[in-house]
């Protein structure tokens, strides 16, 4: 029951990250895009965002029920990111709303976009932050050592945590670049997220490298983790050997194909991520771990847990075929 | 601020914020589908306009529902990770089972808001009821988890741990079946209350209307029927907080002494430090007859509890008269609207009628917020009743009055923009629906 949950996390983080990521990534991609796509962007994400963002709901809501005390010790120690975080993911839906649906276009569109795009760029950030807090190690649960700035300062803001922030920034623009290549009207737009997507490719390959070497530099050895984990090496090579392929599609996009070796790449990274470390979700500053073993529910919660999420899959999926196809209607 | 002081007040401005839209996201579906039914069987445009414009308003509340409701998940964390730490197996069952009825709802919802002309009519009429059953649902299970902190069930409490969990007896502990019925009316009363009233205030600027018409007898005919049965699930939520919270009960009605047979005391201020009520009106046994079904019966006062386990009396009490009064205000405006509909149309397009309903668009929200106010506040000093105090469940981070600082101001804006942006939204109501422009 445990293996189940821990995969069910698993892959709600996954899906988080590739839908919600072309979500974020959207309002990315548009601020240099600038005002022609905007209509297309807003179409593009208007009717899935908020479905989107239940994975995010769900990965919560397992840690909560199936691992409390990652879920108490991540909201105590991290709780000024995950402030941020959230009051960008309150800014960020509504003023996409408010934009989409207020009645007309005169200053307030101005300032909804601001709020949209600036949002957009600030949530992914420190998603990726508390992301690589949660492993840093820099974490005190113990109440009588150090002070405020111990606590609630440092095991966040380090160069290895803001890497990491920037890494996750510029994955979600990719995403999303590769995301509306697939949407885009006519051919010359498509080319021009083609060209984003090339240079986030890039941009993110790059900074995915730095967030090792800064690892490395900050103490925390990454790489020999990674070399112990055969998952991670796999995944690894996963990652790399799609750049040619998908390098290929951008060439002779064939939407379909590109979105599914996107989504696999990314898939890849994350439990690549998930697989250095497995089972430890927190490292703390003494040395100790809190892992999914010494942390899980009694067995009746995991129980009660899976039945929820299986009746859910089960009502879910056709559901959402069922939304697909009304909206491929609605494109034809 | 004190930390505990401002960790309380943030989870009360977010989940104020947050039982606003929940209300709306429950209610609206409904109506809406039932306008789209009315649509379907008579073929009156009006029906299908007023169906499609309120589909509009709730694109935009579902969106600020959805948002404010994952703050909620973390803050609940982020404020009392001591809470959910130990609560977390035990109440996590009804919150997975939250998500699922979410999900298909935002699904549903989705199908509803772009399918219009895409699908078969019924089929579309459809999603439209899943979306109203899965919202109810949604909000009866995290009113179940939240029934839980009042009246824990399914654990033991060992070494300050719980041990031997049950998540299926802690959902169905025994106050969930009361505070579920009542939620859901409140919803439905709330909401309907206050779609009829923004009608009917329009209407009132433009007599005969016939979008809004159709609009403020659908709203009030629904909400008539919920706000008739509201008192009868609070008098059953208020024979059930007598047996499981009689803290809570005492603090409502300010009894500090314990009496049989007990007074009720309606409205007065209450006074702490001289246990007693200043200015009510006393009606003597009445309090024995509600709690417990007789007017002998013995009522515990506060007396019984230790001073440092009692709820505030002057905030509980006072919410508990806003709402009780609320609540007969709008049970007894249904009344007349069933009276008038029957015998006397005439009068339901009168100016003074028509003004009143306008006048009470806000009433079900303030009666849902203090009734909130009632039930959290009335727990104090407890998080989960009787086992965990809210002090010991507060996260060790300090400075915590800046979210709540930062968190209001949010939720401040929102509310402004929301408000200016519905204006702007009914502005246009005469262009974009037929019906809207036609009078009869
Ligand atoms: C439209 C809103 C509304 C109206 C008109 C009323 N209530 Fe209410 N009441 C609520 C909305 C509400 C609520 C916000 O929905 C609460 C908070 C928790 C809950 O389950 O329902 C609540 C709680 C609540 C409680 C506390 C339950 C608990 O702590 O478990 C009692 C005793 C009552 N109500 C009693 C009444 C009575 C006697 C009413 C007479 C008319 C009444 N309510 C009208
Ligand atoms: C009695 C109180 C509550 C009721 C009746 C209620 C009901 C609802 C409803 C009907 C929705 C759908 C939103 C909409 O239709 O606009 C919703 C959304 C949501 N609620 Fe609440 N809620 C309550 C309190 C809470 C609490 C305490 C939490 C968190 C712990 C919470 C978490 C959520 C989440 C996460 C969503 C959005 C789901 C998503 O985006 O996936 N709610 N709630
Ligand atoms: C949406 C409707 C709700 C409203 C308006 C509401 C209102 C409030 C208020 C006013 C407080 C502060 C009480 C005080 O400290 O004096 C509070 C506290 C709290 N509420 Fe609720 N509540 C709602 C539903 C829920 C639900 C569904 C849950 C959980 C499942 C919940 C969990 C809490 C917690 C954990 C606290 C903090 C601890 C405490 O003060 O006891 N609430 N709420």
Known sequence: MLAITIIILGVS??????????????????????????????KAIAPVWEANHVWLILAIVILFTGFPKIYATISTALHIPLMVVLIGIVLRGTSFTFRHYDVSHDFTHKYYTVLFRVSSFVTPFFLGITLGAMIFGNITTDPDSGGFYEHFILPWLNWFCITMGVFSTSLFGYIAAVFMIGEAGYEIEQQKYVRYAKRLLLLSIGIGILVFLVAEGQGHHLVKLFFKSSLSIVCLSVVVLLIPLIYYLFNHPNILYLRAAVAVQIAAIMAGWFAIQFPVMINEKNGAHLTFYNTQAPPETFYQLLIALFVGLVLIIPAFYFLFKVFKKTKD | MDDLIAARMQMAVSLGFHIVFACIGMTMPILMAFSEWKWLRTKKQEYLDVAKAWSKGVAIFFAVGAVSGTVLSFELGLLFPGFMEHAGPIIGMPFSWEGTAFFIEAIALGIFLYGWNKLNRWVHWMSGVVVGISGVLSGIFVVSANAWMNSPAGF?????????????????????????????????????????????????????????????????????????????????????????????????????????????????????????????????????????????????????????????????????????????????????????????????????????????????????????????????????????????????????????????????????????????????????????????
């Open chain 1, 13 to 42: 983080f996954i899906l988080y990250t590739v839908l919600g990521g072309a979500d974020y990534g959207a309002g990315i991609i548009e601020t240099f895009a600038g005002r022609r796509a905007e209509k297309t962007i807003s």
């Open chain 2, 156 to 440: 033991t409490w060992q070494n300050g741990r719980p041990i031997n969990i049950d998540p299926v007896a802690a959902m169905f502990n025994s106050a969930w079946l009361s505070q579920a019925i009542h939620m859901s009316l409140a919803a439905f009363v709330s909401t309907a209350f206050a779609v009829a009233g923004v009608h009917a205030y329009l209407l009132v600027k433009d007599r005969n209307n016939l979008f809004h018409r159709t609009a403020v007898k659908m709203a009030l005919s629904f909400g008539a029927i919920a706000a008739l049965l509201q008192p009868i699930s609070g008098d059953f939520s208020a024979k059930d907080i007598a047996q499981r919270q009689p803290a809570k009960l005492a603090a409502l009605e300010s009894l500090y002494k314990t009496s049989k047979p007990a007074d009720l005391v309606i409205g007065g201020i209450p006074n702490d430090t001289e246990e007693r009520v200043d200015y009510a009106l006393h009606i003597p046994g009445f309090l024995s007859f509600l709690a417990h079904g007789n007017f002998e019966a013995e009522v515990t006062g506060l007396d019984k509890f230790p001073k440092d386990e009692r709820p505030p009396v002057l905030i509980t009490h006072i919410a508990f008269q806003v709402m009780v009064g609320i609540g007969m205000l709008l049970a007894l405006t249904s009344l007349l609207f069933l009276v008038f509909s029957k015998w006397r149309r005439r009068t339901l397009s009168r100016k003074w009628w028509l003004s009143f309903i306008a006048l009470l668009t806000p009433m079900g929200f303030i009666a849902v917020e203090a009734g909130w106010v009632v039930t959290e506040v009335g727990r104090q000093p407890w998080i989960i009743y009787g086992v965990m105090k809210t002090k010991d469940a507060v996260s060790r981070m300090p400075g915590l009055q800046y979210s709540f600082y930062t968190i209001s101001a949010v939720y401040l804006l929102l509310t402004l923009i929301i408000i200016w942006m519905m204006r702007r939204q009914i502005a246009t109501v005469k262009t974009n629906y037929p019906s809207a422009s036609l009078n009869q």
